[in-house]
């Protein structure tokens, strides 16, 4: 009885040992949903209607600690290799080049490409936002070459999308996947829905 007791006693240190610590319940989003963290955008000037020419700057600046929508709670989020897309759709028509109606102005440090998909078309994606001095941040620039109804729709993903345990940050609880979602800033979001003249 001794042995089996010395054992039991012996496996329980082990294991406290190896496992790493859990963070309470209290930090898990309810119903095993994801953490929620919203990436604010804000696209100037805030016009509706624009001119063949004129130029769209559009930036993010997001500082640490993140506000978590699910656990009402803040975060430190060091490092995580966010990508951002700008997709572009003409609600005129549902094929139109990408290249020929837009210019994009966007620094080398933002590893920046015009993805061309099956699903989604063609679109702006930035494939590395910056961390540095305890915020992200991007900038980039849109002129504008041709007249027509658009609509942008941006958004932030991570590469490996809400994959639990993929990502990691103190306090996380290792099942809960991540997720982020853009937040247009003010009246930056009547720029959603252009007209270009």
Same mark, same amino acid.
């Given at each position: =009885?001794? #042995?089996?007791?010395?054992?039991?006693l012996?496996?329980?240190?082990? !294991?406290?040992?190896i $496992?790493?610590?859990?963070?309470?319940?209290? *930090?898990?989003?309810?119903? *095993?949903? %994801?953490? $929620?963290?919203?990436?604010? $955008?804000?696209?100037?000037?805030?016009?509706s209607?624009?001119?063949? /020419?004129? !130029?769209?700057d559009?930036?993010?600046?997001i500082?640490? @600690?993140?506000?978590?929508?699910?656990?009402? #709670?803040?975060?430190?989020l060091?490092?995580? @290799?966010?990508?951002?897309?700008?997709?572009? %759709?003409?609600n005129?028509y549902?094929?139109?080049?990408?290249n020929?109606?837009?210019?994009?102005?966007? %620094? @080398? !440090?933002?590893?920046?490409?015009?993805?061309n998909?099956?699903t989604? /078309?063609? &679109?702006?994606?930035?494939e590395?936002v910056?961390?540095?001095?305890n915020? &992200?941040?991007?900038e980039? #620039?849109?002129i504008l070459?041709?007249?027509?109804?658009? #609509?942008?729709?941006p958004?932030?993903i991570?590469?490996?999308?809400? =994959?639990?345990?993929k &990502?990691y940050?103190?306090?996380k609880?290792?099942?809960n996947?991540?997720?982020? &979602?853009?937040d247009?800033? /003010?009246?930056?979001?009547?720029? $959603?829905?252009? =007209?270009v003249?």
């Amino acid at each position: =009885m001794k #042995k089996i007791f010395s054992i039991v006693l012996i496996l329980s240190f082990l !294991t406290s040992c190896i $496992l790493p610590d859990h963070p309470d319940d209290s *930090n898990c989003p309810p119903n *095993n949903g %994801s953490y $929620l963290f919203s990436f604010p $955008l804000e696209i100037l000037p805030t016009n509706s209607t624009y001119n063949v /020419g004129d !130029t769209i700057d559009i930036s993010a600046r997001i500082y640490n @600690p993140f506000y978590d929508y699910s656990t009402e #709670k803040y975060y430190n989020l060091n490092n995580f @290799p966010i990508i951002f897309q700008f997709h572009i %759709s003409n609600n005129q028509y549902s094929n139109f080049d990408l290249n020929e109606a837009f210019v994009f102005i966007v %620094s @080398p !440090t933002f590893e920046p490409s015009v993805v061309n998909s099956s699903t989604y /078309g063609r &679109y702006l994606e930035l494939e590395s936002v910056r961390f540095a001095n305890n915020f &992200y941040f991007f900038e980039f #620039k849109v002129i504008l070459l041709k007249s027509g109804s658009y #609509k942008f729709s941006p958004q932030t993903i991570l590469p490996y999308g809400e =994959m639990p345990g993929k &990502y990691y940050f103190e306090g996380k609880c290792y099942d809960n996947g991540i997720n982020f &979602y853009v937040d247009i800033l /003010g009246a930056s979001a009547e720029n $959603l829905n252009i =007209m270009v003249n």
